[in-house]
């Protein structure tokens, strides 16, 4: 006893040792924080091709309703894909920010760890800003489509910026209030594809790699809208009666 505290008093703890332990301790939490940022942010990033993919399809569903409720008559068949293609922007854009927004939102408000909070809450808010921002889109890809001679109906650049700028507004508030529903199982349906590729290489994980993840989501989204577009029809018909209103 006599021993330890001779050597102590021989070697007390300096101020530099104190200084280096406390930097120490600050480094490693710093390096915690930048790993769980780093996952956090590439968990949304992954979570975005998703979120395109499932705005195609949604706007590919309401293509074919709209068309229904305009003509009494119609049979449900594939829509023409060039014309798709052609509106296919907005959701493309909109359906990304819309996703990239959900998930950087669920995970600063949950989290990443947890088991269903942060995707219940990307479920959540995808709903409210997928239907907005491709609200907002819409119109603008008509505009677009327009001055470019794409439209399928001839109008002037005055009539097609008129268009724009006056129907946006109401287009927005009418896409809005319609599209909740669609846009509800839009973000079911992306985050049970997320939950199943998290499962293997989510952000949990020690190796967790964004491009790789991102990889997977990508292809994973890519084989679900040609499967949407161009597998069974008894697939695409259960869609369009869910979607339909009335």
Same mark, same amino acid.
């Given at each position: 006893m006599s021993d330890t505290i001779g050597d102590m008093q021989a070697n007390p703890p300096t101020s530099t040792s104190f200084r280096q332990s406390y930097f120490e301790r600050d480094r490693v939490e710093a390096d915690r924080f930048e790993d769980d940022r780093r996952r956090r942010s590439g968990m949304a990033i992954a979570l975005v091709p998703l979120g395109i993919a499932m705005a195609l399809i949604v706007h590919y569903i309401n293509? @074919? @309703? *709209?068309?229904?409720? $305009?003509?009494?008559?119609? @049979?449900l068949h594939r829509p023409n894909f060039v014309n798709i293609l052609k509106l296919s922007v907005a959701p493309f854009i909109g359906g990304g920010i819309a996703m990239l927004g959900a998930g950087?939102? $669920? *995970? $600063?408000v949950a989290g990443r760890e947890g088991r269903y909070l942060p995707l219940v809450l990307t479920v959540v808010m995808y709903t409210l800003f997928l239907p907005i921002i491709v609200g +907002?889109?819409?119109?603008?890809?008509?505009? +677009?489509?327009d001055v470019t001679g794409l439209s399928v109906v001839e109008v002037s650049i005055g009539e097609a910026l008129s268009a724009w700028i006056w129907g946006t507004p109401f287009f927005v508030l009418t896409y809005t209030l319609t599209g909740f529903k669609q846009a509800l199982w839009a973000g079911i349906g992306a985050v049970v594809l997320a939950a199943a590729v998290f499962r293997f290489i989510g952000p949990n994980h020690p190796a967790f790699s964004v491009r790789r993840t991102t990889a997977v989501t990508t292809g994973i989204g890519l084989l679900t809208v040609l499967f949407i577009m161009f597998g069974p029809i008894g697939v695409f018909e259960l869609l369009f009666n869910e979607f339909r209103i009335g």
């Open positions: 293509i @074919v @309703v *709209t068309i229904d409720h $305009a003509d009494w008559q119609y @049979v950087v939102v $669920a *995970t $600063a +907002l889109l819409l119109p603008a890809n008509l505009f +677009l489509l």
